[in-house]
């Protein structure tokens, strides 16, 4: 089992639509979590973190978390062609120190 | 700030000889990591250092990979010898690790082909 689990895509929504986006963990001991959006060719950037089970918003995004299911998500409310982008699930894990493990990415398409 | 910086953006080389990737990162972050990233497997983390000392380097592939920080300003990842596998888009990234939730600002990466 891979430590950050995320469906590849691509997820295809149109423009105006909520884009949600996925995310499981293994380490149940797991404190923090980040999303982080990659434009082809580029490097990742940081949009939302989160601590504390529930709903945390931020403009369009809206970052879930549940600890006991292990599962983080990302809802981005009325998508924009420039949302498109690849976005990278990551987990601190319980071991402490500043070791962030990255999910593969889910690629994220918003049609005009 | 100019943000992380990494050098060279491009590489192409030849199986067999050494790679020297570098990085300097944003001045006043105390916390520097490497990573890989490659369709396959993603983003991987492979070592990070904490004020200049490496603390997780589980990550390293094998032997031929080394990295150093020698400064609080300076690192740099070697692969020697390299290999076609070790073909990817390597990215630096630094935070702050005194702040509460410690974004990690990433370089623009450096793109590996081994021929």
């Known amino acids: 089992q891979k430590e950050v689990e995320q469906n590849s895509g691509p997820l295809s929504v149109p423009e105006g639509a909520i884009a949600s986006l996925n995310c499981t963990y293994s380490?149940?001991?797991?404190?923090?979590f980040f999303w982080y959006r990659q434009y082809s060719g580029k490097s990742p950037e940081l949009i939302m973190f989160?601590?504390?089970?529930g709903d945390k918003e931020d403009g369009r995004f809206t970052a879930q978390l549940n600890k006991a299911s292990q599962y983080v998500s990302l809802l981005i409310r009325d998508s924009q062609p420039s949302d498109s982008a690849t976005y990278l699930c990551?987990?601190?894990?319980?071991?402490?120190?500043?070791?962030?493990?990255f999910g593969a990415g889910t690629r994220l398409f918003v049609k005009a | 700030d100019a943000g992380v910086i990494q050098s060279p953006r491009h590489e192409v080389t030849e199986m067999g000889q050494e790679v020297t990737l570098r990085c300097k990162p944003i001045?006043?972050?105390?916390?520097l990591f490497w990573y890989r990233q490659t369709m396959m497997r993603g983003l991987e983390l492979l070592i990070y250092?904490?004020?200049?000392?490496?603390?997780?380097d589980s990550g390293m592939p094998e032997d031929r990979f080394s990295a150093k920080m020698p400064n609080a300003s300076f690192s740099t990842l070697k692969i020697q010898p390299s290999e076609p596998r070790d073909s990817a888009v390597y990215f630096c990234?630094?935070?702050?690790?005194?702040?509460?939730?410690?974004?990690?600002?990433f370089g623009p990466g450096t793109r590996l082909t081994v021929l």
């Open positions: 990234a630094s935070t702050e690790s005194s702040g509460s939730y410690n974004e990690q600002f």
């Open positions: 380490d149940r001991g797991s404190q923090s």
């Open positions: 989160i601590y504390s089970n």
């Open positions: 990551a987990v601190r894990p319980s071991t402490g120190g500043f070791k962030t493990i």
């Open positions: 001045s006043g972050h105390n916390s």
């Open positions: 250092f904490n004020n200049n000392v490496p603390i997780d």
